[in-house]
């Protein structure tokens, strides 16, 4: 088993800046892909950004030059600097990941999500 947990969250002001943190842990023989996505109410869930195992980043439209995905490949985690909040990057974000095992198999696995809120 994989658990992903996320932490960083919280409620600021646009303008201001938050950095999210996703580590993983438990039975991990790699990590390949990481990724960030969100999701507000009554909408569905989207690609933030992403970063391959080798840290090659994606990024949505909307965020590109304010955030910035990056990982620590020994820690197994993914963090998330977001500069110029607006308010409607307000949504709950999720980590993603893909995790290899032993076994040559890749699983899929998403944290629990943190809720980024940011006011006018």
């Known amino acids: 088993q994989v658990q992903l947990v996320e932490s960083g969250g919280g409620l600021v002001q646009a303008g201001d800046s938050l950095r999210l943190s996703c580590a993983a842990s438990?039975?991990?023989?790699?990590?390949?892909?990481m990724a960030w996505y969100r999701q507000a109410p009554g909408t569905q869930r989207d690609l933030v950004a992403g970063?391959?195992?080798?840290?090659?980043?994606d990024y949505a439209d909307s965020v590109k030059g304010r955030f910035t995905i990056s990982r620590d490949n020994a820690k197994n985690t993914v963090y998330l600097q977001m500069n110029s909040l607006k308010p409607e990057d307000t949504a709950r974000y999720y980590c993603?990941?893909?995790?290899?095992?032993?076994?040559?198999?890749?699983?899929?696995?998403w944290g629990q999500g943190t809720q980024v809120t940011v006011s006018s």
């Open positions: 438990g039975s991990i023989f790699s990590v390949n892909a």
């Open positions: 970063s391959t195992s080798g840290g090659i980043p």
């Open positions: 993603y990941a893909e995790v290899g095992t032993v076994r040559m198999k890749t699983y899929s696995y």
